[in-house]
């Protein structure tokens, strides 16, 4: 008898690594696809060309919030060079290894805290992700780019796309879904050590109210003329500090979902079992990246526009005005 369940455990945990290890390759194989098709085809996902500024389009050069922040000087060189700035190879793939190692101490880290299927389960689902949310915001808005005015925001001209990147996920680079997964990780465990009888909702919720605070020191340095690191589209009807606000309710919607599915791992593990429990929580994450695009177009750009349409608001506030 007892030699019996040792082989049944031996073979389901062999079942669970199996499964992992399926999960790891998958997405390593992503990536390099993904990579690939940036960098040598293009033209597939309508990739910007970050050296010819003049051949931007949904949105073009004269349609993003950073030509608006722009001194003219910087508009010309701008046009004359393109973003030269932190594009080389060398510069960009050093980024990624250090992001890399940077996540590589953020896993080990969980695995001191938690399992080591409940943190392949927290990188591979947080990569995943916002991965896919952020690709398909990015890739929509260079297919609907132009094509229908949004309430008091204008013509939609696009939504924003990463200017930089060496190795990526679809469109979103590799930095920007292992940065999601630090600052995602950060704000759970802080919130689990700060807050230990709290229950889980509002834990999650204080969870995505850090990240958001977090992205609203970060994402205004990151976007600044200085650095370009991503570019945003004009035309969202409410504008934070050069940054459609949508990001910002985004990245609380996200981190507060996210912490909820994960955080009832263990008990979906006791009633599902692990392996089903896995297969069900990265469906989750999988779909979560396409609703959210979708809701977010919906409740944020839409929604928050016919707001301010009805009280008489005819083109995109701006906090702080003249920013």
Not at 70 to 95: C, H, W
Not at 202 to 219: F, N, V, Y
Request: aromatic share 16%; hydrophobic share 50%; with cysteine.
């Amino acid at each position: 008898m007892n030699k019996s369940v040792s082989k049944s455990a031996k073979a389901v945990g062999i079942t669970e690594k199996m499964a992992i290890s399926i999960a790891y390759v998958l997405l390593v194989l992503v990536i390099l696809f993904s990579t690939w098709l940036h960098h040598i085809h293009p033209e597939v996902l309508r990739v910007p060309d970050v050296m010819n500024v003049s051949a931007w389009q949904n949105p073009t050069f004269e349609e993003t919030l950073i030509y608006k922040q722009m001194t003219p000087a910087q508009r010309d060189k701008i046009r004359a060079e393109g973003v030269t700035d932190g594009v080389d190879l060398y510069t960009v793939f050093s980024n990624d290894i250090f992001m890399m190692l940077l996540g590589l101490l953020c896993f080990f880290h969980m695995t001191r805290h938690y399992s080591a299927w409940l943190a392949s389960c927290f990188f591979i689902g947080s990569f995943v992700f916002t991965g896919l949310e952020e690709s398909v915001w990015i890739i929509g808005g260079r297919i609907l780019g132009g094509t229908f005015s949004v309430p008091a925001g204008g013509l939609f001209t696009g939504t924003y796309w990463f200017a930089k990147g060496g190795f990526w996920f679809f469109e979103t680079p590799i930095t920007a879904c292992i940065g999601w997964f630090i600052f995602a990780h950060t704000c759970v465990f802080a919130v689990g050590k700060l807050f230990p009888n709290l229950s889980l909702l509002p834990r999650a919720s204080i969870g995505g109210l850090i990240a958001m605070g977090l992205d609203l020191w970060t994402d205004p340095v990151q976007t600044a003329p200085e650095l370009m690191n991503w570019i945003w589209a004009s035309g969202d009807a409410l504008i934070i500090l050069g940054i459609p606000f949508y990001n910002f309710f985004g990245w609380f919607l996200m981190i507060f979902l996210f912490h909820i599915a994960w955080d009832n791992l263990p008990r979906m593990e006791e009633k599902w079992g692990r392996n089903r429990t896995t297969s069900i929580f990265f469906i989750f994450c999988i779909c979560g990246g396409f609703f959210m695009a979708a809701f977010l177009l919906i409740v944020s750009i839409l929604g928050i526009g016919s707001l301010l349409s009805l009280l008489g608001v005819t083109e995109a506030v701006h906090f702080p005005s003249g920013w």
